[in-house]
């Protein structure tokens, strides 16, 4: 018998793989699976980022069209400030292109969370969109508070339920012109729209703007402090006027009813008597009493910009049908012995809950931790918004900025001399040292094109807080600029020549040259039986006020002064006159600037992809030539 090789032998008892092979085969499959992993991991990576860039997009364009389209049907297509009491016969700028109002608050100029923007849109305004789709919002049906007349809208048209054109119940109102308010809270982006009314045309009669049956009975009585209103075929009392409709409103006294502003508020021709929203007295956020932008929780507390759906539609909100309530207590609202029950009273201190975004006087439960009546989050845009900031073109510094800024640039003028100019937006530049009627009566961070007949009664400052000169008024107390500028607005020299053409009020006996610039003279007159007090006020001046400036065009004859009587001003711009003795030449010049345009940047944030977006909108404020 023949034996095998030991080698043989060995080999054939083999059956598995030693461990040094092993090791070798799985240190293989593990830098294969890691190598598998790794790519699955950056596969799925740039599937989340690119889903997040997706996102982003959808959301920047979703933005741009909603701001764009608002900022397109604006009212105010040549927003600039009214001087107090100008009126359209010596106005050098028409008032048909400044209807409503342009407002700008930007609170802490170095936080993009406090910034809000609110303005007047009608879908009539169709220079830049073709889009006339009226605005669209909450109504409800009224019932006839003596229970007479049928409630059908044939029969009583005269309801905010009627204005969208439709007699059938569809719990909407509809209008061409609106307020409309951007603003960044707890990390959300709220846009707030409130109607302008604008009854339904009926064939014969214009109807009222604020509701009326047909026998001329207003449905907002002022007795019990509540209306009726028709929910699920029930008739129903309530207070809750901003639960129903999205109305812009005020009270007619402090205890008294709602007040609808109408469609007519738009136009800034009107007496105060009217409610213009011109006048900051009428907007939806402001004090009505006092005109002050409301804007904080409390004075220079917690930002809340405007009131939200949430708030307004509480139950205990109740203004400006009546008077706001403590939830659950049937207290007034307010702080004192006297409560004014008014939320919009910077005076009525309210606690904002950073948890729910919420204040806690309206939040719906009596700990304050509810988040809000039945319309909450409605007026919502966009989420995990970490900052808006808004900045307005300021022509001087040639760049984008925030109104009471205190930037200056340096010039130089023809001799060589240096200057440190400040801004048209220059928080010395302030139309006067009085307050204003932004947040909390502050006129620092605001842009406001105001109305021309501001009641002192009901406003107590009658001015902007920025009117933007091309060549700035004389220094108080002699004109409305505040003192303290780097350089005497006297002594500014213009941009474009170089040259200090600014000389103030127009003076007898002086010498002018070509191209210097001056003002009517101003007089100062005796006050309720007092002699001139050398304090400028503005009735002192002449109806064009600073709106017109005059520059030297012409000069005949060698003479060293001109004559002492001062030439006839004209009051519109594009006049040319001379002097008695023909001496020299002046053209009228129209000395206001507009504010041409802002700039919108906004920062979010995608959870998904975590990322971070920034959308930067310019907006001009001008219509194109």
């Avoid at 690119?50 to 909603?66: C, P, V």
């Avoid at 006159?577 to 041409?596: A, F, H, K, Q």
């Amino acid at each position: 018998m023949k034996r095998q090789p030991v080698e043989s032998m060995r080999l054939s008892q083999r059956t598995g793989f030693t461990l040094v092979e092993m090791l070798v085969s799985v240190a293989l499959v593990l830098l294969m699976m890691s190598l598998f992993a790794s790519i699955f991991s950056m596969a799925s990576g740039s599937v989340s980022t690119q889903r997040g860039i997706s996102n982003h997009d959808q959301k920047a364009r979703a933005l741009t069209t909603l701001i764009k389209g608002d900022f397109s049907h604006r009212t105010q297509r040549y927003p600039l400030p009214f001087y107090p009491n100008e009126n359209t016969a010596t106005s050098p700028t028409p008032f048909g292109n400044r209807a409503g109002y342009l407002y700008i608050s930007t609170n802490d100029p170095y936080s993009g969370q406090d910034d809000l923007v609110q303005f007047t849109v009608s879908s009539d305004m169709l220079q830049e969109d073709t889009d006339s789709s009226p605005y669209y919002g909450r109504a409800a049906l009224l019932n006839d508070p003596s229970g007479n007349t049928s409630t059908s809208l044939s029969v009583n048209p005269n309801q905010p339920e009627a204005d969208d054109s439709s007699l059938t119940v569809n719990n909407t109102g509809s209008s061409t012109a609106a307020e409309v308010c951007y603003f960044v809270r707890n990390g959300n982006l709220y846009r707030r729209v409130m109607l302008l009314r604008q009854p339904l045309p009926v064939a014969g009669r214009e109807l009222d703007e604020q509701p009326q049956t047909s026998r001329g009975q207003d449905y907002f009585t002022s007795g019990s402090g509540r209306f009726s209103v028709q929910t699920s075929s029930v008739a129903n009392a309530t207070d809750d006027f901003w639960t129903y409709f999205d109305y812009s409103a005020t009270a007619a006294s402090p205890t008294g009813k709602a007040q609808f502003v109408g469609l007519s508020g738009l136009n800034n021709e009107q007496a105060v008597t009217v409610p213009a929203v011109g006048n900051p007295a009428y907007r939806f956020g402001f004090n009505q009493f006092t005109g002050i932008s409301r804007e904080h929780a409390v004075l220079n507390g917690a930002f809340i910009g405007r009131f939200l759906q949430a708030e307004t539609s509480s139950e205990n909100f109740n203004w400006p049908q009546r008077r706001a309530e403590l939830f659950g207590t049937n207290q007034v609202f307010g702080v004192g012995n006297n409560p004014d029950g008014n939320p919009f009273n910077i005076a009525n201190g309210l606690t904002l809950n950073i948890a729910t975004g919420v204040v806690q006087e309206f939040s719906n439960t009596a700990s304050g931790a509810g988040r809000g009546g039945t319309r909450r989050m409605e007026d919502l845009v966009l989420s995990d918004v970490h900052e808006m900031k808004v900045e307005i073109w300021d022509e001087r510094l040639q760049k984008y900025t925030t109104p009471g800024h205190n930037e200056l640039f340096r010039m130089r003028d023809l001799s060589g001399n240096t200057f440190m100019l400040p801004g048209d937006y220059h928080q010395g530049r302030r139309f006067s040292d009085a307050d204003g009627q932004g947040p909390e009566g502050s006129s620092v961070g605001v842009f406001d094109t105001w109305h021309p007949d501001t009641d002192p009664g009901v406003v107590s400052a009658r001015h902007p807080p920025h009117i933007a000169y091309r060549y700035t008024p004389p220094v108080y107390p002699d004109g409305p600029t505040r003192p303290g500028l780097p350089v005497a607005p006297t002594a500014e020299p213009d941009r474009q020549t170089r040259r200090a053409d600014n000389k103030g009020y127009w003076q007898p006996g002086t010498v002018y040259e070509l191209g210097d610039v001056v003002f009517v003279p101003w007089v100062d007159a005796p006050r309720g039986g007092n002699p001139p007090d050398s304090i400028f006020q503005y009735d002192e001046m002449p109806a064009q006020k600073f709106q017109i400036a005059y520059r030297c065009v012409g000069r005949q004859g060698s003479a060293t002064s001109h004559a002492s009587i001062p030439p006839g001003f004209p009051t519109a711009a594009g006049r040319r006159v001379r002097e008695r003795n023909d001496e020299l030449e002046w053209e009228s010049i129209d000395n206001r600037r507009p504010l041409t345009s802002i700039r919108m940047t906004l920062r979010f944030h995608d959870q998904t992809s975590d990322t971070q977006r920034n959308l930067t909108l310019v907006l001009p404020l001008t219509d194109k030539k």
